[in-house]
């Protein structure tokens, strides 16, 4: 299968914990990275392998695996935080890039 | 710091073919794959293909018959063609570097340096 599955949007309030699934068949043999991304601006890598922040990225982000499911958890969000957030991995080939559908974040 | 700058013409008609191109200041070239991801206005992103240094090229099948990725390792800048265009392809088009990875039992590739994009309208 080559598809990422998201919701596509979640809320959550401030200061409180939120997370964001990504399901597909290909989660089971490849991990999942996560891109944050605000209107007008490219998207930033926020998580990559089995739990990994790139310089700069606040330690509420943290990444999550099991099964055919990656999720990315934010913990204590933050206004800034307000983004959409992509998924991406391979397809089952390893051939390809898939992003998913990607999940609208709203903080209240 | 690596950095990614992109250009390339924003305003095609139907039929005319695309042309970016990704130039890679601050980094290696070899050991990482170099890719194309596109987004359709107020949609998502879009994988479109990806080459590595020494040009072996993997592209999304939905646009295969349409896209040719190559490098110029001389200049380290990778280029995207995309034929016979409509106003489907209207989309911001990014470049990024793609890092491959693995930790048993697990492979995993991530972007991690981006382009700031590029408009491409096409627009009779």
């Known amino acids: 299968s080559s598809e990422l599955t998201q919701d596509p949007a979640v809320s959550v309030a401030l200061g409180q914990t939120v997370r964001i699934t990504c399901q597909g068949d290909s989660l089971r043999s490849y991990y999942a990275s996560w891109y944050q991304q605000k209107p007008g601006q490219a998207p930033v890598l926020v998580i990559y392998?089995?739990?990994n922040r790139p310089s700069g990225i606040p330690d509420r982000f943290s990444g999550s695996s099991s099964g055919n499911t990656a999720s990315l958890t934010i913990t204590g969000a933050q206004a800034e935080d307000e983004a959409d957030y992509y998924c991406n991995s391979r397809d089952s080939s390893g051939n390809h890039g898939v992003f998913g559908g990607g999940t609208k974040l709203t903080v209240l | 710091q690596v950095q990614l700058q992109q250009w390339g013409a924003g305003l095609l008609k139907p039929s005319e073919t695309l042309s970016l191109t990704c130039a890679v200041y601050?980094?290696?070239?070899?050991?990482?794959?170099w890719s194309w991801i596109r987004q359709p206005p107020g949609k998502g992103l879009e994988w479109i293909g990806e080459?590595?240094?020494?040009?072996?090229?993997n592209y999304n099948p939905s646009l295969k018959s349409r896209v040719t990725i190559s490098v110029d390792t001389s200049k380290n800048q990778f280029s995207l063609k995309l034929s016979s265009v409509t106003a489907a392809d209207t989309a911001v088009y990014y470049c990024?570097?793609?890092?491959?990875?693995?930790?048993?039992?697990?492979?995993?590739?991530?972007?991690?340096?981006w382009g700031k994009g590029t408009t491409v309208t096409v627009s009779s």
């Open positions: 080459i590595n240094h020494s040009g072996s090229t």
């Open positions: 990024a570097r793609v890092v491959p990875a693995a930790i048993w039992p697990y492979y995993y590739y991530y972007m991690d340096v």
């Open positions: 392998g089995k739990n």
């Open positions: 601050g980094g290696s070239f070899s050991g990482y794959y």
